[in-house]
């Protein structure tokens, strides 16, 4: 049981540059989440999906796409990097959206802008 | 969402009990209060949640206050290994998202 992967482990993009990043679960869970991580600040929520087919925007999704064609994998997309996209990315699941489910996390992408 | 207030360090030694406070005096009768600890270079973990009443676990224990407006996570012998930020997050109970909201957190240092 690998849980929560994450792939690349590390990037650096050129700004404007695009790139994918891949998160993989293998626990069966309805709901991921993409969630950033800037230099001694908390995780803020960037997209999530509550089911495979379906995306919905969190507290920072501008700049940023997903997709959720299969329940195992969501997909976060740049399209044109920007330096402020200078981040650790932290991929999460969790079974269902309830108040006392646990999300699990990934192990994180460092993406550099230059 | 309410918002909570947690100290930004603290510090203890190896194999004393750690009581991590955290402030949530908006928090309504629907909010669980969660925590989850991140380890240097990694990502959140669960550690506990609760409702009313106090909550124990392998990992911790949970001591919410009488008016629910405070509480308190103590790790009973500090480890090296528990050497993170700790995060106190209400989530609301009437909703189905799933979505966790992080502040900043406790940097919580163990010292040999």
């Known amino acids: 049981n690998a849980g929560v992967t994450q792939t690349p482990k590390f990037r650096v993009l050129k700004t404007g540059q695009s790139m994918t990043l891949l998160c993989a679960q293998d626990?069966?869970?309805?709901?991921m989440y993409w969630y950033r991580q800037d230099p001694g600040m908390g995780l803020r929520l960037i997209h999530y999906s509550v089911g495979e087919g379906t995306t919905a925007k969190g507290e920072v999704p501008d700049g940023y796409n997903v997709s959720r064609l299969k329940k195992q994998n969501f997909l976060l997309g740049l399209e044109s990097a920007a330096p402020s996209q200078t981040s650790v990315y932290f991929c999460a699941s969790s079974y269902l959206g309830g108040v006392q489910e646990t999300q699990y996390f990934g192990p994180g992408t460092r993406l550099l802008v230059l | 969402d309410a918002k909570t207030t947690q100290p930004n360090s603290m510090e203890s030694n190896e194999e004393e009990p750690v009581h991590l406070p955290c402030n949530h005096s908006?928090?309504?009768?629907?909010?669980?209060i969660h925590w989850y600890r991140q380890l240097p270079s990694q990502g959140p973990e669960y550690v506990i949640h609760g409702l009313t009443s106090n909550v124990n676990n392998r990992m911790a224990s949970l001591a919410i206050a009488e008016d629910r407006k405070s509480s308190t996570l103590i790790l009973h012998r500090a480890t090296l290994r528990d050497a993170a930020v700790y995060y106190c997050i209400l989530r609301d109970g009437s909703s189905n998202t799933g979505k966790l909201i992080f502040g900043q957190g406790t940097t919580l240092q163990v010292k040999p």
């Open positions: 908006t928090i309504s009768g629907t909010d669980y």
């Open positions: 626990m069966n869970h309805e709901y």
